[in-house]
């Protein structure tokens, strides 16, 4: 079992930046992609940026160029460094990270979400 404990969301006024980070912790061999997702209200849930464990990434194309994703395999930690916000980036954010246990299971888990709020 693995969990994720997401921090860094919040209040930011548009322009501003913000980092969130999740760090997964439990019973895992192997964690591969790790990924942010954020659903604003009444929108589904849409896939923000994703990388794979060889640091391949991926993003939505309307955060290219403002957000960076990264991830440090030594500390199971994914990170989101948020630039030049504006109003329409306001959701909720949630980890997505898939891990393999020692029998070969894939799972995919879900962080509890992080609120992220940019004032006009």
């Known amino acids: 079992q693995v969990q994720l404990v997401e921090s860094g969301g919040g209040l930011v006024q548009a322009g501003g930046p913000l980092r969130l980070s999740c760090a997964a912790s439990?019973?895992?061999?192997?964690?591969?992609?790790m990924s942010w997702y954020r659903q604003a209200p009444g929108k589904q849930r849409e896939l923000v940026a994703i990388?794979?464990?060889?640091?391949?990434?991926n993003y939505a194309q309307s955060v290219k160029g403002r957000f960076t994703i990264s991830r440090d395999n030594a500390r199971n930690t994914v990170y989101l460094q948020a630039d030049s916000l504006q109003p329409e980036d306001t959701a909720v954010y949630y980890c997505?990270?898939?891990?393999?246990?020692?029998?070969?299971?894939?799972?995919?888990?879900w962080g509890q979400g992080t609120q992220v709020t940019v004032s006009s």
């Open positions: 439990g019973t895992v061999s192997r964690i591969s992609a």
């Open positions: 997505n990270v898939g891990g393999f246990d020692y029998s070969g299971t894939f799972t995919n888990y």
């Open positions: 990388i794979t464990r060889d640091d391949r990434i």
